[in-house]
C-alpha cells in the first residue's frame, strides 16, 4: 500500500492536555525534578531517559512538549523517530556536522536554499569538510564525485529556486551501495514527497515555510532512526544537544496545532500552483512548475509523489532581466495585489521574489549560470487566499503589462 502522510500523521495518538482538554499541554519548565537521587547519574549515563522509561532532565535535552511535535513529524515522515530544533538551517548544519568532522566530504546538489550553499561552500571548508557541488539531476555526477572520505549526499527534492526535481530513490541506492547516507531537505513538499519513503537516511525541514504556513515562526526537524535521532541528542556528544538550537516548547506547540490542517493546505497550494501555471503557460508566459508536463523532471516528480498531493505550491518565472523581474513584482504587489514582495514561501498569501538577488545571492554569479539561475527569475510561492480565478486574471494582466507574453 502506498504511504499516505495524512493518515499516519491521525494513526499516531494525538496528544491531549494535562486537565483533558483537546489541546496538548505545555511543558514550559527548563528542568524537572528526579524522585531518587540515584536517577541523575543513570540519566546522564544515558541508561534512564525519558525515551527508557526514566524521567526528564533538562529542556535542552528533552522537552515533553517539543517531542509531542516531534512524534508527530516522525509519523507523518514515516521515520523512527525525530527532532525538533530552533531553525531549519540548524537542522541542517546539526545533521551534517554530526554525519561529518574534519577530513571529511559531502556531494551536495548545486541548487540548494542559498544559506545551506553558503555553509557547504564557505563555512565547512574553514572547519576540514569539503563539498563537491553537482546538478541534482544527474545521479551519475553524484557518483562521480564521491570519493573515499564521502560521508554525505545532500539534496533537496525540488531544488531552490530552479525546481530541478532530484532521483531519490536513485540517489539512496547510490548512497547505500557506498554505504554512505543521503539527506533529504523535503522543506518545498511537505507530505507531497516522503523521502524516507523512497530510501532518504534522514530529512531535514525548515517547518517555517509550509509546515507552519503562517510565517509566523522560525523552526526546523530532523527525521531519521532513532539511532541518528539519540546521537544528535546525545548530552555528551549530540550536535543538536552541544551546538544548543533548542525549539521553545510555545513554537512546537503553535506547529503541532496547524499539523492537522497540513493535509488541506498542501493540497490547496498545488491545486492552484497548477492552475496558474497552466494559465501562464497557455499565454506563452516563461513558467516552470513541476507539475507541467512541459517540466523536464515531470514523471518523475509524478512517480514520486503521494497521491493526492499535487506537485507541490512553487512555481518560477523567467522575467530575463532584474529590471523586468521588478517591473513584473510591483505590478504583483502594487497594481494586482496578487503577492507580496517577500522571500520564504509556504504563507497562505502569495510571496514573490527575486532569488538571484535575494535568497541565493550567496551563490557567485558565475555559478548561477551554470545551474540556470537567470537573474530575472522571480520565485513564487503561491498562497491560497482569495479566489483563484481572480488570482489567474490578476498574474496574467501583471505577465501582460510587464511584456512577458
Ligand atoms: C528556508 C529554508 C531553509 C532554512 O530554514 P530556516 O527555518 O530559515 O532556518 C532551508 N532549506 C530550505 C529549502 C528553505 O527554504
Redesign the pocket.
Known sequence: MRFDPERALVEIKREFGEHGGVCPSIERSSTFTVLEPGTMPEIFGGLRGPDKGGCFLYSRHFNPTVDVLARSLAAMEGTEYAVCTA????A?SCTLLQLCTHGDHIVASDT??G??HALLAETFPQMGIQTTLVDPTNVSAFEKAITPATKVLYT?VVG?PTLKVADIRALANLAHDRGIRLVV?N??TPMVISPAQLGADVVVY????FVNGASDM???AVCATKDFIFQLMDLHTGRVMLLGPTMDPRTAFDIYQRLPHLALRMREHSRRALAIAQRLESIGAPVVYPGLESHPQHALMRSMGNEGFGFGGLLTLDCGTVQRAEKTMSLLQNEEGFGYIAV??GYFDTLISCSGSS?SSEIPPEDRERIGLSPGLLRIAVGYSGTLEDRMAQIERAVRKAELV
Open positions: 531553525s531549519g538551517i540548524s541542517i540548494v536554499y544559506g545551506t533537496e531552490n531537505d522543506t518545498f525548515s517547518l517555517t515555510k522560525i523552526a526546523g520564504s514561501l535568497t
